[in-house]
């Protein structure tokens, strides 16, 4: 797009403005011959038929996308921007962008531009409740676009995005908007009726009928697991089910480290203490070590700071239990039940936090909102059975507490739980459970907010809990002065802002000598 030293300029551009300016051949001032020149001067791009670009130093894909609507407005005067394009407000999908022309006198040809094609759909003018845009285009409105997008017949036109896309739409007003929205959307379909092919006008209208509890029966099964979900009072999360997905295919695809239980079984004596320990250390409760284990398994509570012990001590039970230390769910129900269970117990000696209780109000790690409350069941029992992909006990351990830790169900104690969950699906495997030590928490919890945040598809927490767990299986935990001396040596109490600080880390036992690892 950049012209050569000699390359001219359209009179009155400020010479900063990399997009150029829009000219169409027969405007005054500007000829096909001027324009034609500009052009093979390098100082203007032919974007189409008569249509120029004067001026421009960006690429001419970028330089389309600038411009577009004011390419629209001067083709298509008082086109709507309509079908899938509503869908994705405004913006091109897979280079297209579809527009319903005002009136049939107008272009009904598509016009292919660098990058982007724009594609005439037949339909009605602007209507009530389509949406103002640039330029006096418009953007279709809620109900259009639903009835715009569903497919009732064969395999989808390009310009629809499918029955299945229309009903998660309508999931998601229903889970932003309330049964008000959903009204609101149905009164709008009610003015709009009589401009579209009555077919899909009455798909739209039952699912969103069924959405507000009136007729649910009648529409079959629900092609969106999203709303089948809703309409079977379940519904769940579909952005953290999307991002479990990926996470269980980067699973699939990672080759298991299996890391079982050697021999003797008294080697793992003092291991169910230390991960009690360090999994109330990083939410938060610090004891000395040598405390936590006279509150943990010797039962003596400081007078100061009771409920803080419990919680210790609890953790320790919940851990040490033979039975319950393994057990697993055999279904979503099963998963939803055996939290609720484990956090009764975590949580008893703070009735305020409602022990057993799942969330009523939202809740919050910073700026980032964890699952709704009225989803937590649904994303759950559905993130259960993606979960259910994994054969390998880590794999499976990871997701599980992914899934449990996204979700936060509780009010608090939902860290503790939430690696309780990871531990058990490793016990039931006979595989080693995993301690995250104190000089390792910034590296757990930035692998958990980089997930949450959208930061790959969970390599790094797999890269930070095969670590944590590799750590865990080289500690000899037979006793408790052994197991606190190699835990010191490998820099596990280390405070993370000292460690930081001083370059130091979490160090593998198996790299440490002999009279450092050994008591």
Not at 168 to 195: F, H, M, N, Y
Request: glycine letters at 10%; aromatic letters at 6%.
């Amino acid at each position: 797009m950049t012209g050569g030293p000699g390359s001219l300029r359209a009179k009155n551009l400020p010479p900063s403005d990399p997009y150029g300016q829009l000219r169409r051949a027969g405007e005054l001032g500007a000829s096909y011959s001027q324009l034609s020149i500009l052009a093979k001067r390098g100082a203007a791009v032919r974007l189409a038929p008569a249509l120029y670009v004067v001026g421009a130093t960006l690429p001419s894909e970028q330089v389309v996308r600038h411009h577009v609507l004011s390419i629209i407005s001067g083709v298509w005067p008082g086109g709507v921007l309509c079908a899938r394009t509503a869908f994705a407000g405004g913006m091109p999908i897979d280079g297209k962008l579809f527009v319903s022309p005002a009136d049939s006198s107008q272009r009904r040809q598509p016009m292919t531009l660098p990058g982007l094609t724009i594609v005439l759909v037949e339909g009605p003018p602007n209507l009530p409740g389509d949406m103002t845009m640039p330029g006096g285009l418009f953007l279709s409105g809620t109900a259009r676009g639903l009835v715009e997008n569903a497919s009732v017949r064969g395999r989808p036109a390009m310009w629809r995005a499918g029955t299945a896309a229309v009903e998660d739409k309508i999931d998601e007003l229903a889970r932003t908007g309330g049964a008000g929205r959903i009204q609101a959307v149905l009164d709008q379909l009610d003015v709009i009726t009589g401009s579209f092919d009555p077919a899909p006008v009455a798909l739209v209208r039952s699912r969103l009928a069924a959405v507000l509890g009136s007729f649910s029966s009648s529409i079959g099964v629900p092609e969106s697991a999203r709303l089948a979900a809703r309409l079977s009072g379940v519904p769940f999360d579909a952005h953290r089910i999307a991002m479990l997905t990926d996470l269980v295919t980067t699973l699939e695809n990672t080759p298991p480290r299996p890391r079982h239980l050697s021999p003797p079984i008294s080697r793992w004596e003092w291991l169910p203490f230390f991960e009690a320990y360090f999994s109330n250390f990083i939410e938060g409760t610090e004891f000395g070590v040598e405390e936590a284990r006279l509150i943990a398994v010797e039962g003596v509570v400081p007078v100061a700071r009771p409920a803080d012990a419990y919680d210790v001590a609890a953790t320790y039970h919940l851990a040490i239990d033979p039975v319950g230390r393994g057990r697993v769910p055999h279904s979503g129900t099963e998963l939803v039940e055996l939290l609720r269970e484990r956090h009764a117990t975590l949580m008893a000696a703070r009735p305020d936090k409602t022990p057993g209780e799942l969330k009523t109000v939202p809740n919050f790690a910073g700026g980032y909102q964890f699952v709704q409350p009225e989803l937590v069941v649904g994303t759950l029992k559905r993130g259960f059975e993606e979960v259910g992909r994994l054969v390998d006990p880590f794999a499976r351990a990871l997701a599980t507490m992914v899934l449990v830790t996204e979700c936060h169900p509780f009010l608090d104690g939902n860290g503790r739980v939430a690696r309780l969950a990871l531990n058990a699906e490793l016990s039931a495997a006979g595989q080693v459970r995993i301690c995250i030590p104190t000089v390792f928490r910034p590296e757990y919890l930035s692998a958990l907010v980089g997930y949450s945040g959208g930061a790959g598809q969970g390599q790094s927490l797999i890269s930070v809990l095969t670590y944590a767990h590799r750590w865990t299986a080289e500690i000899d935990w037979s006793s408790f002065g052994g197991a606190n001396q190699q835990v010191a040596a490998s820099n596990g109490y280390l405070d993370p802002d000292v460690a930081s600080r001083t370059g130091q880390r979490l160090l593998l036992p198996s790299g440490l000598p002999m009279d450092a690892s050994n008591d």
